[in-house]
């Protein structure tokens, strides 16, 4: 079978349980002992595993079957968790990790067996007494070598075989075929039943034929059928390969069999064979549902007596996963495409609004029309957004591992803590977030905290924290980054700027903290000491600010020195369509994005004064330093110089910025087109759009200009 078509299947879904594998084993580094991670960390692996071996990847699954050996283990009670097997279980996460990598760019696992993790894989479970594995081995080889071996009815209802089964039996024999009896297991959560008995028939048929079943086939595609059904099967070669085949099937939880007799058909079924499935079941787990399209091997649920028996805390608590038909995966191109259209008629509809405008009197009806349009434009435009917003919580929720990792090899210990995992934002803006976070991230913990024998003469806690928090306010989203590490030196900054000319001494000196704070950002500005793995090359904070920049956000920096640092990331929740302020300047109409305004004033001539050459406004106390757009523009101003000024107050972060504009001209909800490479060095436009007369308006971006 191709399996190719199912490729970015198995991608987004090995990264899902690649993820909650990482989360699961930092969860059992602070607490060993517990079943439900444990049990937890068996079922991600299983089931990569599975997904491994069903698309082809034989060393992907060989490792993820090393690392399921280990936990069955674990889980069983044969071994203990220590400090090594966690750093092993790390380093196999990596190696998975990789092969997906690989697999992404080139639909191949590649060549590299990591023969070493799996030989420490082996290691620790050879840890736990040769003797008592030899006896286990030769306990779990009895019981499988009856089974698959021996002539038995057991895997056979009983029920008698019509004259055509029996035909097709004694075909099959006269041409020296095999008979094997087969009872298939389906999972307790399957939906879709009689999906996965269609799909367990046509893996069967691929090298052997099925003589009968039972309950009948009918039966069985109409779903009249509990948790198994019963085969008989012919077949050239040995059974071993059938059931693994039948095992290989989504939503499956066991199949078992063997030689057919069928001189013992009608009698009792042997209660010991019977058993049989019941003693799988109780090292089995349960499985989320996996899709049709790739198939997982997935072993049986547990018994109903085990269930109910509250040995575990929280053991009845079920899944936090999404009910299954609750959510689709979509690809990003449709919903862009989806966008587009909206886009395209948010156009149409300003269009007939211009239009409407310009009719005159006996435009009362076309208004009203008008009026539910933008009604029905507004709701389809938020629906949209809302499918396209997905939870930070998928980029977020790497941090902790690699906070971990930097907390052994620096040997400095510390923690994360992480809240509003659940913010949503624009999937575009989540795909690109990652990398700025992570780059603050590890500047707190490498350049933000203490060594811990400082922080202990500080009075501080011997490990050091750092906050990721993330919040809605109104329509940005705020994500900050803090540490209660040693803040940032000013003064040190102030003097690797005069050391590398960036400023002379008298303009470092005259420039207030925030300004020196900023040079941060600069290209290859950094103050650290010496250069290391994690940071030090000057090739951070320069990627943070650009990234946010080009998500049309902004990033600001508060330090004390001795308490700690706080990044704030401010970024919008969409990137398509905006709420705009349009404005003339010098005949030309523009847009500026309404996130980013905070008032619009009339300032006269006379209140303007200036500051070190440069025009500010008193505004209720705030001195606010004007700018004067028809110069930034380089366009001659139609406002008459001696009326009042138009100046709209434009934020970011905690600065202001009057912008002189020459008259307004309303609110409106503006499609925001990407210029692309055409005006790329124009740095304070952002963008463009197309109003309802069919005009070009360009979009001013306030946090450039201020």
């Given at each position: 079978?191709?399996?190719?078509?199912?490729?970015?299947?198995?991608?987004d879904?090995?990264?899902?349980?690649?993820?909650?594998?990482?989360?699961?084993?930092?969860?059992?580094?602070?607490?060993?002992?517990?079943?439900e991670?444990?049990?937890?960390?068996?079922r991600?692996?299983?089931?990569?595993?599975?997904?491994?071996?069903?698309m082809?990847?034989?060393?992907?699954?060989?490792?993820?079957?090393?690392?399921?050996?280990?936990?069955?283990?674990?889980?069983?009670?044969n071994?203990?968790?220590?400090?090594?097997?966690?750093?092993?279980?790390?380093?196999?996460?990596?190696?998975?990790?990789?092969?997906?990598?690989?697999?992404?760019?080139?639909?191949?696992?590649?060549?590299?067996?990591?023969?070493?993790?799996?030989?420490?894989?082996n290691d620790?479970?050879?840890?736990?007494?040769?003797?008592d594995a030899?006896?286990?081995?030769?306990?779990?080889?009895?019981?499988a070598?009856?089974?698959?071996t021996?002539?038995?009815?057991?895997?056979?209802?009983?029920r008698?075989?019509?004259?055509?089964?029996?035909?097709?039996?004694?075909?099959?024999?006269?041409?020296?075929?095999?008979?094997?009896?087969?009872?298939?297991?389906?999972?307790?959560?399957?939906?879709?039943?009689?999906?996965?008995?269609?799909?367990?028939?046509?893996?069967?048929?691929?090298n052997?034929?099925?003589?009968?079943?039972?309950?009948?086939?009918?039966?069985?595609?109409?779903?009249?059928?509990?948790?198994?059904?019963?085969?008989?099967?012919?077949?050239?070669?040995?059974?071993e390969?059938v059931?693994t085949?039948?095992k290989?099937?989504?939503?499956?939880?066991d199949?078992?069999?063997?030689?057919?007799?069928a001189?013992?058909?009608?009698?009792?079924?042997?209660?010991?064979?019977?058993?049989?499935?019941?003693?799988?079941?109780e090292?089995?787990?349960?499985?989320?549902?996996?899709?049709?399209t790739?198939?997982?091997?997935?072993?049986?649920?547990?018994?109903?007596e085990?269930?109910?028996?509250?040995?575990?805390?929280?053991?009845?608590?079920?899944?936090?996963k999404?009910?299954?038909?609750?959510?689709?995966?979509v690809?990003?191109?449709?919903l862009?495409?989806?966008?587009?259209?909206?886009?395209?008629?948010?156009?149409a509809?300003?269009?007939?609004?211009?239009?409407?405008?310009?009719?005159?009197?006996n435009?009362?009806a076309?208004?009203?029309?008008?009026?539910?349009?933008?009604?029905?434009?507004?709701?389809?435009?938020?629906?949209?957004?809302?499918?396209?917003?997905?939870?930070?919580e998928?980029?977020?929720?790497?941090?902790?591992r690699?906070?971990?990792d930097?907390?052994?090899q620096l040997?400095?210990?510390?923690?994360?803590?992480?809240?509003?995992?659940?913010?949503?934002?624009d999937?575009?803006?989540?795909?690109?977030?990652?990398?700025?976070?992570m780059?603050?991230?590890?500047?707190?913990a490498?350049?933000?905290?203490?060594?811990?024998?400082?922080r202990?003469?500080?009075?501080?806690?011997?490990?050091?924290?750092?906050?990721l928090?993330?919040?809605?306010?109104?329509?940005?989203?705020?994500?900050?980054?803090?540490?209660?590490?040693?803040?940032?030196?000013?003064?040190?900054?102030?003097e690797?700027?005069i050391?590398?000319?960036?400023m002379?001494?008298?303009?470092?000196?005259?420039?207030?903290?925030?300004d020196?704070?900023?040079?941060?950002?600069?290209?290859?500005?950094?103050?650290?000491?010496?250069?290391?793995?994690?940071?030090?090359?000057?090739?951070?904070?320069?990627?943070v600010?650009?990234?946010?920049?080009?998500?049309?956000?902004?990033?600001?920096v508060?330090?004390?020195?001795?308490?700690?640092?706080?990044?704030?990331?401010?970024?919008?929740?969409t990137l398509?369509i905006?709420?705009a302020?349009?404005?003339?300047?010098?005949?030309?109409?523009?847009?500026i994005?309404?996130?980013?305004?905070?008032?619009?004033?009339?300032?006269?001539?006379?209140?303007?004064?200036?500051?070190?050459?440069?025009?500010?406004?008193?505004?209720?106390?705030?001195?606010?330093?004007?700018?004067r757009?028809?110069?930034?523009?380089?366009?001659?101003?139609?406002?008459?110089?001696?009326?009042?000024?138009?100046?709209?107050?434009?934020?970011?972060g905690?600065?202001?910025?009057?912008?002189?504009?020459d008259?307004?001209?309303?609110?409106?909800?503006?499609?925001?087109?990407?210029?692309?490479?055409?005006?790329?060095?124009?740095?304070?436009?952002?963008?463009?759009?197309i109003?309802?007369?069919?005009?070009?308006?360009?979009?001013?971006?306030?946090?450039?200009?201020?």
């Amino acid at each position: 079978m191709d399996v190719s078509q199912y490729l970015d299947i198995f991608l987004d879904e090995s990264k899902e349980h690649l993820q909650n594998l990482n989360t699961s084993v930092l969860n059992l580094e602070q607490d060993a002992e517990n079943p439900e991670t444990i049990g937890e960390i068996f079922r991600s692996a299983h089931t990569l595993k599975g997904m491994a071996g069903t698309m082809g990847f034989k060393r992907m699954q060989t490792l993820t079957h090393d690392m399921e050996n280990v936990f069955s283990e674990v889980r069983d009670g044969n071994l203990k968790i220590n400090a090594g097997m966690i750093d092993v279980l790390f380093r196999c996460l990596d190696a998975l990790e990789e092969y997906v990598s690989i697999i992404q760019e080139t639909s191949d696992e590649g060549d590299n067996d990591n023969e070493p993790i799996i030989k420490e894989l082996n290691d620790i479970l050879a840890s736990k007494g040769s003797e008592d594995a030899a006896a286990k081995e030769e306990t779990a080889a009895k019981p499988a070598a009856a089974e698959n071996t021996a002539a038995s009815t057991s895997f056979w209802s009983g029920r008698e075989l019509t004259e055509e089964e029996q035909k097709s039996m004694e075909d099959a024999m006269m041409a020296n075929k095999k008979i094997y009896a087969v009872t298939v297991y389906v999972e307790e959560n399957c939906l879709l039943k009689a999906a996965r008995a269609f799909l367990v028939f046509k893996a069967i048929e691929e090298n052997s034929e099925i003589i009968a079943a039972d309950p009948s086939t009918q039966d069985i595609e109409d779903e009249k059928f509990d948790l198994q059904f019963s085969l008989i099967i012919s077949s050239e070669g040995e059974l071993e390969p059938v059931l693994t085949a039948i095992k290989g099937v989504s939503e499956i939880a066991d199949a078992k069999g063997g030689l057919f007799d069928a001189d013992s058909i009608g009698e009792s079924v042997d209660s010991t064979e019977t058993a049989a499935p019941e003693e799988k079941q109780e090292e089995a787990v349960t499985e989320a549902v996996a899709p049709v399209t790739a198939p997982v091997t997935i072993e049986a649920p547990k018994k109903a007596e085990e269930k109910k028996a509250p040995a575990k805390t929280g053991g009845e608590k079920k899944s936090g996963k999404p009910a299954v038909g609750r959510s689709v995966r979509v690809d990003i191109e449709k919903l862009d495409s989806l966008m587009n259209l909206v886009s395209e008629l948010i156009i149409a509809k300003n269009s007939l609004v211009s239009g409407a405008t310009n009719a005159g009197e006996n435009s009362g009806a076309l208004h009203d029309q008008i009026e539910y349009l933008e009604s029905v434009t507004t709701n389809l435009h938020e629906s949209v957004m809302k499918v396209r917003m997905v939870p930070i919580e998928s980029v977020v929720s790497k941090f902790p591992r690699m906070i971990r990792d930097i907390s052994k090899q620096l040997n400095k210990p510390m923690e994360l803590f992480m809240s509003g995992e659940e913010t949503e934002l624009d999937r575009t803006v989540v795909d690109e977030i990652g990398d700025p976070l992570m780059h603050m991230l590890r500047n707190s913990a490498d350049h933000g905290l203490e060594m811990p024998d400082v922080r202990i003469a500080r009075g501080k806690p011997e490990s050091g924290s750092i906050y990721l928090d993330a919040y809605q306010d109104g329509n940005n989203v705020v994500i900050e980054v803090r540490d209660d590490g040693n803040g940032i030196d000013v003064n040190a900054v102030r003097e690797k700027a005069i050391e590398r000319g960036v400023m002379t001494e008298e303009q470092a000196n005259n420039a207030d903290d925030s300004d020196i704070i900023n040079l941060l950002f600069l290209p290859s500005f950094s103050t650290a000491k010496k250069v290391s793995d994690l940071s030090g090359r000057g090739v951070g904070l320069d990627v943070v600010k650009s990234k946010i920049e080009a998500l049309s956000g902004e990033v600001d920096v508060k330090t004390k020195l001795g308490e700690g640092t706080t990044f704030t990331i401010r970024l919008p929740l969409t990137l398509a369509i905006i709420q705009a302020l349009m404005v003339v300047v010098g005949g030309e109409k523009y847009a500026i994005a309404l996130s980013g305004i905070t008032t619009i004033e009339n300032i006269e001539p006379s209140e303007v004064k200036t500051v070190q050459s440069k025009e500010v406004i008193n505004l209720r106390g705030n001195v606010i330093p004007l700018v004067r757009l028809d110069e930034v523009l380089d366009i001659e101003s139609t406002r008459d110089p001696a009326s009042s000024m138009v100046v709209v107050i434009a934020k970011k972060g905690e600065k202001l910025a009057g912008l002189v504009v020459d008259e307004l001209i309303g609110q409106q909800e503006i499609v925001i087109k990407s210029l692309g490479k055409y005006i790329n060095k124009c740095k304070f436009i952002s963008g463009a759009t197309i109003l309802g007369d069919g005009e070009i308006a360009l979009i001013i971006d306030t946090n450039a200009l201020i």
